[in-house]
């Protein structure tokens, strides 16, 4: 899996630079539509990096809003270029919805996740044998592409195991470890990869224990992810902006729709850190995961 900048990361960055330019030289949303031939939404999805922009759209982009610092226009054509490039998870974008696709395309350039899970294991975290598992009660149609969506899961783990650029925090409920998810066997080795994982340097695991009774955050699972600067250390570049950073992002699963929250992420973090202190400590945790292993037995 390559370790290169996510796609969308650049088309993310790509539209807050636009939307920025806009508001700056006061041009209405209905004027870029108008001169693009499309619809004020569609440039509003370009902003949020939802619609990729082409290098070629730029010049329009520029004219528009009146750019004349080269260095800027050079910029937004680079990021137009990268954005435009297919990720490493191209390939199972026909068994994943586009809301999820965003979701893997910027995991792939988080530097930070901090995770709480309170039914299941994290699919970062997951055996095979335990993702499977999570498919028994899946629809036929969910069911039908079972494969494709393990396999996505177990490439997004090469990051955490293998490569370890990527810093995990999880809390988890003790609620999602004492659910047998395909039996004792597949629920112990479970466990048991946890424990191993916890080895890893980039990798801290803590339990919430049922006895802490309820805990501020404990209705939902969220995912807030954190990232550097942007710079991909293969194509380094050279006249980067040190003041940027991508905003940090908090996702949020939902039955119906994904929730993606850029502007009131602080919450969040106050919540998560809730939920740390809450918890028991890395070691005491480990302990607990080893004697409910150890109880499947």
């Not at 004219?63 to 990720?87: C, F, P």
């Not at 996740?113 to 975290?125: A, C, K, T, V």
């Not at 990527?166 to 080795?189: C, F, H, K, P, Y």
Request: proline share 5%; with cysteine; glycine share 6%.
């Amino acid at each position: 899996m390559s370790s290169k900048v996510s796609p969308t990361v650049r088309r993310r960055r790509l539209g807050a630079e636009l939307r920025k330019l806009r508001k700056d030289s006061n041009v209405s949303v209905d004027t870029v539509a108008e001169a693009f031939d499309c619809t004020a939404s569609t440039v509003y999805r370009m902003e949020l990096g939802r619609v990729g922009v082409k290098s070629r759209d730029i010049e329009l982009f520029v004219e528009l809003y009146k750019v004349t610092d080269d260095n800027m226009i050079k910029e937004l054509k680079k990021l137009a270029k990268e954005g435009s490039k297919r990720g490493w998870w191209a390939k199972y974008t026909d068994s994943i919805m586009p809301p999820y696709a965003t979701y893997i395309g910027l995991e792939a350039d988080a530097t930070k996740l901090s995770i709480y899970d309170g039914l299941i294991i994290n699919g970062l975290l997951q055996t095979r044998d335990y993702a499977e598992a999570t498919f028994d009660f899946a629809s036929d149609k969910n069911k039908k592409f079972m494969d494709k969506r393990i396999s996505l899961r177990m490439e997004r783990q090469e990051r955490v195991a293998e490569t370890k650029d990527l810093q995990v925090w999880n809390v988890i409920d003790e609620a999602a470890m004492s659910r047998i998810v395909g039996g004792r066997t597949v629920m112990r080795a479970q466990l048991n990869h946890l424990l191993k994982l916890a080895e890893l340097p980039n990798v801290t695991i803590q339990v919430l224990p049922f006895e802490g009774g309820a805990y501020p955050g404990m209705l939902s699972s969220f995912v807030l992810m954190e990232f550097g600067s942007g710079e991909d250390p293969e194509e380094p570049d050279p006249d980067p902006d040190p003041s940027y950073r991508h905003p940090d992002v908090v996702y949020i699963e939902g039955h119906t729709a994904d929730v993606y929250e850029e502007e009131h992420v602080e919450p969040f973090q106050d919540v998560f850190e809730n939920l740390r202190v809450a918890a028991l400590s890395p070691t005491s945790s480990l302990e607990k995961i080893r004697g409910m292993r150890d109880r499947l037995s």
